[in-house]
Protein backbone atom coordinates (compact mmCIF):
# COMPACT_ATOMS: atom_id res chain seq x y z
CA UNK A 1 0.00 0.00 0.00
CA UNK A 2 1.17 3.73 -0.43
CA UNK A 3 2.12 5.52 2.60
CA UNK A 4 -0.27 8.63 1.94
CA UNK A 5 -2.06 10.27 4.46
CA UNK A 6 -5.62 8.37 3.83
CA UNK A 7 -8.53 11.07 5.37
CA UNK A 8 -9.92 7.74 6.18
CA UNK A 9 -7.43 5.33 7.37
CA UNK A 10 -8.74 1.75 7.74
CA UNK A 11 -7.53 1.28 11.30
CA UNK A 12 -5.15 3.43 13.60
CA UNK A 13 -4.64 1.75 17.02
CA UNK A 14 -3.68 4.64 18.57
CA UNK A 15 -6.73 6.01 17.82
CA UNK A 16 -8.53 2.73 18.60
CA UNK A 17 -6.78 3.43 22.63
CA UNK A 18 -6.59 6.89 22.67
CA UNK A 19 -10.32 7.40 24.97
CA UNK A 20 -8.50 4.53 27.63
CA UNK A 21 -5.19 6.14 27.41
CA UNK A 22 -4.94 7.39 31.02
CA UNK A 23 -6.72 4.71 32.72
CA UNK A 24 -4.39 1.97 30.65
CA UNK A 25 -1.58 4.25 31.95
CA UNK A 26 -2.86 3.81 35.78
CA UNK A 27 -3.79 0.25 34.91
CA UNK A 28 -0.13 -0.15 33.90
CA UNK A 29 1.24 1.67 36.78
CA UNK A 30 -0.61 -0.59 39.03
CA UNK A 31 0.96 -3.80 37.63
CA UNK A 32 4.69 -2.95 37.97
CA UNK A 33 3.96 -1.40 41.60
CA UNK A 34 1.79 -4.73 42.52
CA UNK A 35 5.06 -6.68 42.38
CA UNK A 36 3.05 -9.91 40.62
CA UNK A 37 2.93 -10.45 36.71
CA UNK A 38 1.38 -13.44 35.92
CA UNK A 39 -1.17 -15.23 37.13
CA UNK A 40 -2.59 -12.70 39.98
CA UNK A 41 -5.21 -10.29 40.56
CA UNK A 42 -5.62 -9.17 37.38
CA UNK A 43 -5.59 -12.46 35.47
CA UNK A 44 -7.95 -13.40 38.27
CA UNK A 45 -10.43 -10.60 38.04
CA UNK A 46 -10.56 -10.27 34.23
CA UNK A 47 -11.17 -14.07 33.85
CA UNK A 48 -14.73 -13.81 36.41
CA UNK A 49 -15.70 -10.56 34.63
CA UNK A 50 -15.54 -11.78 31.33
CA UNK A 51 -16.84 -15.14 31.97
CA UNK A 52 -20.25 -12.90 33.70
CA UNK A 53 -20.17 -10.69 31.00
CA UNK A 54 -20.57 -13.71 28.56
CA UNK A 55 -22.36 -15.75 30.75
CA UNK A 56 -20.12 -18.68 30.77
CA UNK A 57 -19.00 -20.70 33.88
CA UNK A 58 -15.32 -20.95 33.34
CA UNK A 59 -12.75 -18.05 31.81
CA UNK A 60 -8.83 -19.20 31.65
CA UNK A 61 -7.25 -16.32 30.04
CA UNK A 62 -4.91 -17.58 27.65
CA UNK A 63 -2.04 -15.97 25.60
CA UNK A 64 -3.64 -15.43 22.20
CA UNK A 65 -6.90 -16.50 20.20
CA UNK A 66 -4.69 -19.49 18.11
CA UNK A 67 -3.35 -21.10 21.06
CA UNK A 68 -7.18 -20.15 23.08
CA UNK A 69 -7.88 -22.93 19.57
CA UNK A 70 -5.37 -25.46 20.53
CA UNK A 71 -6.20 -25.85 24.24
CA UNK A 72 -9.67 -26.55 23.14
CA UNK A 73 -8.94 -29.21 20.83
CA UNK A 74 -6.02 -30.66 22.99
CA UNK A 75 -7.98 -30.80 25.96
CA UNK A 76 -10.97 -32.53 23.91
CA UNK A 77 -8.50 -35.19 22.79
CA UNK A 78 -6.76 -35.38 26.48
CA UNK A 79 -10.52 -36.04 27.92
CA UNK A 80 -10.81 -38.49 25.21
CA UNK A 81 -13.51 -36.69 23.51
CA UNK A 82 -11.45 -36.83 20.50
CA UNK A 83 -8.91 -38.70 18.70
CA UNK A 84 -6.41 -38.26 15.94
CA UNK A 85 -7.90 -39.03 12.96
CA UNK A 86 -11.29 -37.00 13.70
CA UNK A 87 -12.55 -35.01 11.12
CA UNK A 88 -13.63 -31.23 11.96
CA UNK A 89 -16.38 -29.36 10.35
CA UNK A 90 -15.13 -25.74 9.49
CA UNK A 91 -16.19 -22.62 7.41
CA UNK A 92 -14.07 -22.61 4.22
CA UNK A 93 -14.08 -19.02 4.07
CA UNK A 94 -12.53 -18.12 7.52
CA UNK A 95 -9.31 -17.02 8.83
CA UNK A 96 -6.46 -19.70 8.56
CA UNK A 97 -6.02 -19.36 12.35
CA UNK A 98 -9.08 -21.05 12.88
CA UNK A 99 -7.55 -24.49 11.46
CA UNK A 100 -3.85 -24.33 11.86
CA UNK A 101 -4.48 -26.18 15.67
CA UNK A 102 -7.13 -28.84 14.24
CA UNK A 103 -4.38 -29.94 11.75
CA UNK A 104 -1.32 -29.51 13.76
CA UNK A 105 -3.18 -31.85 16.03
CA UNK A 106 -3.72 -34.54 13.88
CA UNK A 107 -7.42 -33.92 13.36
CA UNK A 108 -8.99 -33.40 10.40
CA UNK A 109 -10.22 -29.85 8.89
CA UNK A 110 -13.07 -30.40 6.34
CA UNK A 111 -14.09 -27.71 4.89
CA UNK A 112 -17.78 -26.40 4.39
CA UNK A 113 -19.46 -23.71 2.52
CA UNK A 114 -20.43 -20.52 3.98
CA UNK A 115 -24.32 -19.10 3.38
CA UNK A 116 -24.83 -16.55 0.95
CA UNK A 117 -26.25 -14.03 2.99
CA UNK A 118 -24.60 -13.62 6.40
CA UNK A 119 -21.07 -16.19 5.02
CA UNK A 120 -20.99 -17.59 8.03
CA UNK A 121 -21.51 -21.72 8.19
CA UNK A 122 -24.72 -22.82 6.65
CA UNK A 123 -26.14 -24.60 9.34
CA UNK A 124 -29.53 -25.06 6.83
CA UNK A 125 -27.33 -27.32 4.83
CA UNK A 126 -24.55 -29.17 7.79
CA UNK A 127 -26.05 -32.23 7.44
CA UNK A 128 -23.73 -32.95 3.71
CA UNK A 129 -20.90 -32.65 5.07
CA UNK A 130 -21.19 -34.86 7.96
CA UNK A 131 -19.79 -38.75 7.76
CA UNK A 132 -19.13 -41.23 9.98
CA UNK A 133 -15.82 -39.65 10.81
CA UNK A 134 -16.92 -36.04 12.07
CA UNK A 135 -16.98 -35.53 15.86
CA UNK A 136 -17.04 -31.69 16.00
CA UNK A 137 -17.61 -28.70 14.23
CA UNK A 138 -16.19 -25.46 14.39
CA UNK A 139 -17.89 -22.21 14.42
CA UNK A 140 -16.97 -19.06 13.29
CA UNK A 141 -18.75 -16.14 13.88
CA UNK A 142 -17.06 -14.15 11.18
CA UNK A 143 -17.22 -10.57 10.88
CA UNK A 144 -18.87 -10.27 14.35
CA UNK A 145 -22.13 -11.81 12.77
CA UNK A 146 -23.51 -14.94 15.27
CA UNK A 147 -23.26 -18.46 13.85
CA UNK A 148 -25.67 -20.31 15.79
CA UNK A 149 -29.60 -22.30 15.20
CA UNK A 150 -30.40 -24.11 18.57
CA UNK A 151 -32.44 -26.47 17.28
CA UNK A 152 -29.93 -27.69 14.70
CA UNK A 153 -26.89 -27.65 17.21
CA UNK A 154 -29.10 -29.50 19.85
CA UNK A 155 -29.84 -32.30 16.91
CA UNK A 156 -25.58 -32.59 16.31
CA UNK A 157 -25.19 -32.08 20.27
CA UNK A 158 -27.27 -35.86 20.84
CA UNK A 159 -25.73 -37.49 17.93
CA UNK A 160 -22.35 -36.85 20.62
CA UNK A 161 -20.58 -33.89 18.07
CA UNK A 162 -19.06 -31.40 20.06
CA UNK A 163 -19.67 -27.64 18.64
CA UNK A 164 -16.33 -25.76 19.37
CA UNK A 165 -16.72 -21.52 18.46
CA UNK A 166 -14.26 -19.48 17.08
CA UNK A 167 -15.38 -16.61 18.72
CA UNK A 168 -12.05 -14.06 17.99
CA UNK A 169 -13.91 -11.94 15.57
CA UNK A 170 -17.30 -11.38 17.96
CA UNK A 171 -17.44 -10.56 21.91
CA UNK A 172 -20.62 -9.50 22.30
CA UNK A 173 -22.73 -10.52 19.53
CA UNK A 174 -26.01 -12.28 20.43
CA UNK A 175 -27.54 -15.25 18.94
CA UNK A 176 -30.87 -15.66 17.87
CA UNK A 177 -31.29 -18.70 20.59
CA UNK A 178 -29.85 -19.85 23.20
CA UNK A 179 -26.54 -21.62 23.65
CA UNK A 180 -25.92 -24.81 25.17
CA UNK A 181 -25.19 -23.15 28.58
CA UNK A 182 -28.70 -21.01 28.35
CA UNK A 183 -26.64 -17.58 27.34
CA UNK A 184 -27.40 -16.40 23.90
CA UNK A 185 -24.08 -14.64 23.60
CA UNK A 186 -21.56 -15.96 21.24
CA UNK A 187 -18.55 -17.25 23.33
CA UNK A 188 -20.97 -19.47 25.68
CA UNK A 189 -22.93 -21.11 23.22
CA UNK A 190 -21.61 -24.10 22.05
CA UNK A 191 -18.99 -26.72 23.93
CA UNK A 192 -16.56 -24.26 24.43
CA UNK A 193 -15.14 -20.92 22.78
CA UNK A 194 -12.06 -19.55 22.02
CA UNK A 195 -11.58 -15.81 21.93
CA UNK A 196 -8.63 -13.33 20.57
CA UNK A 197 -7.72 -9.84 22.08
CA UNK A 198 -5.16 -9.01 19.24
CA UNK A 199 -5.17 -5.71 19.16
CA UNK A 200 -7.05 -5.00 16.43
CA UNK A 201 -10.53 -7.30 17.59
CA UNK A 202 -12.89 -5.51 18.89
CA UNK A 203 -12.21 -5.94 22.26
CA UNK A 204 -8.07 -5.32 21.79
CA UNK A 205 -5.68 -5.84 24.27
CA UNK A 206 -1.94 -3.61 23.63
CA UNK A 207 0.04 -7.05 22.71
CA UNK A 208 -1.50 -10.42 22.45
CA UNK A 209 -3.60 -12.56 24.62
CA UNK A 210 -7.27 -14.51 24.07
CA UNK A 211 -9.29 -16.60 26.27
CA UNK A 212 -11.14 -19.98 26.31
CA UNK A 213 -14.85 -19.72 27.84
CA UNK A 214 -16.87 -23.16 28.62
CA UNK A 215 -19.58 -23.88 30.78
CA UNK A 216 -17.96 -27.59 31.17
CA UNK A 217 -15.66 -27.88 34.46
CA UNK A 218 -13.62 -30.95 32.93
CA UNK A 219 -13.08 -29.09 29.76
CA UNK A 220 -11.62 -26.22 31.57
CA UNK A 221 -9.54 -28.01 33.98
CA UNK A 222 -7.83 -29.75 30.80
CA UNK A 223 -7.52 -26.30 29.76
CA UNK A 224 -6.02 -24.26 32.47
CA UNK A 225 -3.60 -27.04 33.24
CA UNK A 226 -2.66 -27.31 29.50
CA UNK A 227 -2.15 -23.68 29.34
CA UNK A 228 0.34 -24.10 32.14
CA UNK A 229 3.05 -26.78 31.36
CA UNK A 230 0.43 -29.38 31.83
CA UNK A 231 0.50 -29.16 35.50
CA UNK A 232 -2.56 -29.40 37.66
CA UNK A 233 -0.71 -28.50 40.72
CA UNK A 234 2.40 -27.28 41.31
CA UNK A 235 5.27 -29.10 39.99
CA UNK A 236 2.61 -32.46 38.89
CA UNK A 237 1.84 -32.46 35.03
CA UNK A 238 -0.22 -34.68 33.88
CA UNK A 239 0.06 -33.33 30.41
CA UNK A 240 2.70 -32.62 28.25
CA UNK A 241 1.60 -28.93 28.25
CA UNK A 242 2.27 -25.79 26.99
CA UNK A 243 2.98 -22.39 28.66
CA UNK A 244 -0.37 -20.58 26.90
CA UNK A 245 -0.84 -18.04 29.82
CA UNK A 246 -2.18 -14.56 29.57
CA UNK A 247 -0.14 -12.32 31.92
CA UNK A 248 -0.99 -9.39 34.40
CA UNK A 249 -0.44 -6.19 32.49
CA UNK A 250 -2.57 -7.12 29.37
CA UNK A 251 -5.39 -8.68 31.84
CA UNK A 252 -5.46 -4.75 34.02
CA UNK A 253 -5.71 -3.57 29.77
CA UNK A 254 -8.75 -5.79 29.16
CA UNK A 255 -10.37 -5.29 32.17
CA UNK A 256 -10.74 -1.44 31.57
CA UNK A 257 -11.76 -1.64 27.71
CA UNK A 258 -14.59 -4.49 28.82
CA UNK A 259 -16.07 -1.70 30.76
CA UNK A 260 -16.72 0.27 27.51
CA UNK A 261 -17.22 -2.72 25.16
CA UNK A 262 -20.93 -2.32 24.83
CA UNK A 263 -20.29 1.32 23.73
CA UNK A 264 -18.04 -0.01 20.86
CA UNK A 265 -20.35 -2.37 19.94
CA UNK A 266 -23.23 0.08 20.09
CA UNK A 267 -20.69 2.57 18.25
CA UNK A 268 -20.07 -0.27 15.52
CA UNK A 269 -23.66 -0.78 14.93
CA UNK A 270 -24.23 2.71 13.93
CA UNK A 271 -22.08 2.64 11.52
CA UNK A 272 -22.75 -0.55 9.88
CA UNK A 273 -26.51 0.50 10.08
CA UNK A 274 -25.51 4.09 8.49
CA UNK A 275 -23.61 2.25 5.60
CA UNK A 276 -26.71 0.07 4.97
CA UNK A 277 -28.81 2.21 4.86
CA UNK A 278 -26.96 4.66 2.68
CA UNK A 279 -25.02 2.33 0.31
CA UNK A 280 -26.94 1.97 -2.92
CA UNK A 281 -24.91 1.49 -5.53
CA UNK A 282 -26.26 -1.94 -8.11
CA UNK A 283 -22.80 -2.89 -8.04
CA UNK A 284 -22.14 -3.11 -4.29
CA UNK A 285 -24.01 -6.00 -1.87
CA UNK A 286 -24.22 -4.90 1.67
CA UNK A 287 -23.53 -7.26 4.47
CA UNK A 288 -27.19 -8.51 5.81
CA UNK A 289 -28.61 -6.37 8.82
CA UNK A 290 -30.50 -9.19 11.27
CA UNK A 291 -32.87 -8.57 13.33
CA UNK A 292 -33.06 -11.30 15.49
CA UNK A 293 -29.29 -10.93 16.59
CA UNK A 294 -27.11 -8.91 17.44
CA UNK A 295 -23.97 -8.13 15.20
CA UNK A 296 -20.77 -6.45 16.30
CA UNK A 297 -18.87 -6.05 13.31
CA UNK A 298 -15.57 -6.43 13.68
CA UNK A 299 -15.36 -5.89 9.96
CA UNK A 300 -17.91 -4.32 7.98
CA UNK A 301 -17.84 -6.62 4.17
CA UNK A 302 -19.21 -5.38 1.36
CA UNK A 303 -18.99 -7.58 -1.88
CA UNK A 304 -18.83 -6.74 -5.22
CA UNK A 305 -18.03 -8.38 -8.66
CA UNK A 306 -15.91 -5.42 -9.62
CA UNK A 307 -14.01 -5.36 -6.13
CA UNK A 308 -10.34 -4.33 -7.57
CA UNK A 309 -11.49 -1.46 -9.44
CA UNK A 310 -13.59 -0.47 -6.38
CA UNK A 311 -10.69 -0.46 -4.08
CA UNK A 312 -8.37 1.74 -6.31
CA UNK A 313 -11.52 3.95 -6.85
CA UNK A 314 -11.86 4.03 -3.19
CA UNK A 315 -8.14 4.72 -2.43
CA UNK A 316 -8.10 7.45 -4.51
CA UNK A 317 -10.55 9.07 -2.93
CA UNK A 318 -8.49 8.82 0.25
CA UNK A 319 -10.94 5.44 1.38
CA UNK A 320 -8.54 2.83 3.31
CA UNK A 321 -10.00 -0.70 2.76
CA UNK A 322 -8.93 -4.04 3.35
CA UNK A 323 -9.47 -7.47 2.52
CA UNK A 324 -10.75 -10.66 4.83
CA UNK A 325 -9.66 -12.78 3.03
CA UNK A 326 -8.27 -12.74 -0.05
CA UNK A 327 -6.68 -16.14 0.12
CA UNK A 328 -8.81 -18.55 1.88
CA UNK A 329 -7.06 -21.28 4.03
CA UNK A 330 -7.19 -24.30 1.59
CA UNK A 331 -5.81 -22.47 -0.87
CA UNK A 332 -2.51 -20.97 1.28
CA UNK A 333 0.71 -22.69 0.30
CA UNK A 334 1.39 -24.96 3.42
CA UNK A 335 -2.19 -26.37 3.43
CA UNK A 336 -2.39 -26.59 -0.66
CA UNK A 337 -4.24 -29.97 -2.23
CA UNK A 338 -4.23 -31.19 1.67
CA UNK A 339 -7.96 -30.06 2.99
CA UNK A 340 -11.04 -31.62 1.34
CA UNK A 341 -14.42 -30.54 1.93
CA UNK A 342 -17.06 -28.19 -0.57
CA UNK A 343 -15.22 -24.83 -1.56
CA UNK A 344 -18.15 -24.21 -4.07
CA UNK A 345 -18.62 -19.94 -3.27
CA UNK A 346 -15.77 -20.01 -0.78
CA UNK A 347 -13.65 -19.52 -3.92
CA UNK A 348 -15.60 -16.84 -6.09
CA UNK A 349 -16.34 -14.96 -3.12
CA UNK A 350 -12.57 -14.47 -2.16
CA UNK A 351 -12.34 -11.94 -5.25
CA UNK A 352 -15.80 -10.12 -4.18
CA UNK A 353 -14.80 -9.35 -0.41
CA UNK A 354 -14.34 -5.52 0.16
CA UNK A 355 -13.80 -4.55 4.29
CA UNK A 356 -14.54 -0.38 4.47
CA UNK A 357 -13.40 1.22 7.48
CA UNK A 358 -15.27 0.81 10.41
CA UNK A 359 -13.01 1.04 14.03
CA UNK A 360 -12.42 4.48 13.75
CA UNK A 361 -15.16 6.77 11.99
CA UNK A 362 -18.22 8.15 13.18
CA UNK A 363 -21.93 7.70 11.42
CA UNK A 364 -21.18 10.90 9.93
CA UNK A 365 -17.90 9.68 8.03
CA UNK A 366 -19.76 6.25 6.94
CA UNK A 367 -22.19 8.66 5.26
CA UNK A 368 -19.47 9.93 3.33
CA UNK A 369 -17.99 7.43 2.07
CA UNK A 370 -21.13 5.55 1.16
CA UNK A 371 -21.69 9.01 -0.88
CA UNK A 372 -18.26 7.88 -2.82
CA UNK A 373 -19.11 4.39 -2.99
CA UNK A 374 -22.34 5.58 -5.21
CA UNK A 375 -20.87 7.74 -7.30
CA UNK A 376 -18.54 4.72 -8.36
CA UNK A 377 -19.14 3.62 -12.32
CA UNK A 378 -16.95 0.29 -12.81
C1 LIG B 1 -7.70 -13.18 15.07
C2 LIG B 1 -8.29 -14.51 14.80
C3 LIG B 1 -7.72 -15.69 15.31
C4 LIG B 1 -6.39 -15.74 15.99
O1 LIG B 1 -6.27 -14.92 17.10
P1 LIG B 1 -4.79 -14.45 17.56
O2 LIG B 1 -5.01 -13.84 18.87
O3 LIG B 1 -4.29 -13.49 16.52
O4 LIG B 1 -3.94 -15.68 17.62
C5 LIG B 1 -8.40 -16.87 15.10
N1 LIG B 1 -9.55 -16.92 14.42
C6 LIG B 1 -10.12 -15.82 13.88
C7 LIG B 1 -11.41 -15.94 13.14
C8 LIG B 1 -9.49 -14.58 14.05
O5 LIG B 1 -10.05 -13.48 13.50
Known amino acids: MSDKIE ?21 AARVIDSGRYIGGEEVHSFESELA ?22 RACIESGRLHPGDEVIYPANTYIASILPIAELGLIPVAA ?40 CDTLRQRGLLIIEDNAQAIGAIASSEGFSGSKFTGALGDAAALSFYPTKNLGALGDGGAVLTSDAELAAAVRALANYGSDTRYHNI ?14 FLRIKLQDLENET ?25 TDRRQ ?19 SANSI ?26 TDSMADTLLSLPIANISGD ?14
Open 239 to 252: YRGYNNRLDELQAA
Open 113 to 152: PPARDDMNLDLQRIENYINPHTRAILLVHLYGSPCWDKEI
Open 266 to 290: RRRREIAGAYGSAISNPDVLTPKIF
Open 7 to 27: KYPFLDLYKSNAPYAEALKEA
Open 365 to 378: DALQIAGVINRFRP
Open 52 to 73: HYVGARYCIGVSNGLDAIRLIF
Open 320 to 345: ATDIHYAVPPHLQPCFRGAISGDFTY
Open 296 to 314: VWHQYVIRSPHRDALRDYL
